[in-house]
């Protein structure tokens, strides 16, 4: 079965704390993305990845950076979390560069008090 | 980059009537549009999409119309039914020095009443 999956699912972390949040997919697809959802502002593009070591800003960057050592990872880390950055994490992935289906996990609720 | 206008933000329809989303691009590079549908707390998944090949597509009570002179593509749901309702997510994606990128609209809530 053919997925994308995110740890930890809901997460609450203080103001100031470092954020590491975890995906993983078993497709093999190059493409990787992190997107945040907002009520109102839909899914913006935080950073996106072709393939090991190979990540691009995406649409919001700053306060985020990215790591992905291995095709089936990628993370997303928030180095000093803001309260600003409360949302709904979703992680995805892709096939190739082409275009084709993005495959989302279930998202991660971050909570930054 | 590209930009995604999605309208309108919600949307109520009366069962068994139907329902149409509107969405808007600016890249003319863009060449394919596909539509995901979010349920309560779920993830966004693909029901529909079109290429820039095409002008229409077909599928289970969906209709995609792609218009690429006017830049513009939208999703008609027939016959809505109360699971229907969901947000509904547009995307172009355009490729960008050998790599796609898709840009998605900011969301249709679709609210179907029985």
């Known amino acids: 079965d053919m997925k994308v999956t995110q740890m930890p699912r809901y997460l609450i972390k203080r103001m100031g704390e470092n954020v590491l949040l975890e995906c993983g997919q078993d497709m093999s697809h190059e493409t990787m993305y992190w997107y945040r959802q907002d009520p109102g502002l839909g899914l913006q593009l935080i950073y996106i990845?072709?393939?090991?070591?190979?990540?691009s800003e995406g649409d919001i960057p700053k306060g985020y950076r990215v790591s992905r050592k291995k095709r089936e990872h990628f993370s997303l880390i928030l180095d000093s979390a803001k309260t600003n950055q409360t949302s709904v994490y979703f992680c995805a992935s892709s096939f190739s560069r082409a275009d084709t289906e993005v495959f989302f996990g279930k998202g991660t609720r971050l909570t930054v008090v | 980059g590209e930009q995604v206008e999605q309208l309108p933000s919600i949307l109520r329809v009366q069962e068994g009537s139907s329902a149409s989303i509107n969405c808007t691009y600016e890249n003319s590079a863009s060449n394919y549009f596909p539509w995901y549908k979010q349920e309560p707390g779920e993830n966004p998944k693909l029901i529909i999409d079109i290429r820039s090949n095409m002008e229409r597509k077909q599928t289970q009570g969906l209709i995609v119309l792609l218009d690429k002179k006017a830049k513009r593509f939208s999703l008609h749901i027939t016959d809505t039914q109360p699971g229907d309702s969901a947000m509904y997510f547009c995307?172009?994606?355009?490729?960008?020095?050998?790599?796609?990128?898709?840009?998605f609209g900011k969301g249709t809530s679709l609210v179907v009443h029985p």
């Open positions: 995307a172009a994606s355009a490729r960008s020095g050998g790599n796609y990128k898709p840009t």
């Open positions: 990845s072709y393939d090991v070591d190979s990540n």
